[in-house]
Structure formats: C-alpha cells, structure tokens
Nanobody, 114 residues
Framework: QVQLVESGGGLVQPGGSLRLSCAASSSIFNFYPAGWYRQVPGNQREWVAS???????NYADSVKGRFTISRDNAKNTMTLQMNSLKSEDTAVYYC????????WGQGTQVTVSS
C-alpha cells in the first residue's frame, strides 16, 4: 500500500512563507490525482488544493493566489508553496492521494502567529 509522509510545517509570522512536501512510498502515486487538505481542531477537514495527473490544478478560494501546488513525478512528491500566510491558515495540513478509497498522510502542523 502506498504511504504518504508530509513535512515542512512549522511556525511562521503572518505574511511569511512555508513549503510543505508530501513524499509517496511508490511511483503509483504519480498516476492518481492528489491534493492538500487542512483541519483545525473541532472543525471538519477542508480541501485546500488539488492537482491532476496532467498537472491541472485547483484551489480553494481562500488560498487562491497565495498557494501553489505542484508535483514531481521523478521524486514521487507533491509540494504546497504557501505565501502571504495568514493566521487563519493555521491548521494541520494533510496530503491525500485519490487511490482506491483515498490515502492520507499523518499531517504536519502549520502555525501562523506573531
């Protein structure tokens, strides 16, 4: 089974940037759509961005123009470049691959605070 591991989270000031990475254990990952989600304790997990196998991307309105999703098939990875971060971006970020019923990573904490 494909496993996903996120990295790159941390504490950043408002207006700052972070780059999240999602590493897949198998190149099978490259043949499926994938995306990033986030969750604040007590809230439902919300979709942030997605990327198809042909590179087409989609973004939630709340992050459009600030976040960029990409994938590197040679490395079996997906990244989320987050710029102009706001306090409301604080959440645990999860990567997801639409393989079978869906595969999730363990999450990485992003905290935007001064």
């Amino acid at each position: 089974q494909v496993q996903l591991v996120e990295s790159g989270g941390g504490l950043v000031q408002p207006g700052g940037s972070l780059r999240l990475s999602c590493a897949a254990s198998s190149s099978i990952f490259n043949f499926y759509p994938a995306g990033w989600y986030r969750q604040v304790p007590g809230n439902q997990r919300e979709w942030v961005a997605s990327i198809n196998t042909d590179g087409r991307t989609n973004y939630a309105d709340s992050v459009k123009g600030r976040f960029t999703i990409s994938r590197d098939n040679a490395k079996n990875t997906m990244t989320l470049q987050m710029n102009s971060l706001k306090s409301e971006d604080t959440a645990v970020y999860y990567c997801n691959a639409k393989i079978s019923s869906g595969i999730w990573g363990q999450g990485t904490q992003v905290t935007v605070s001064s």
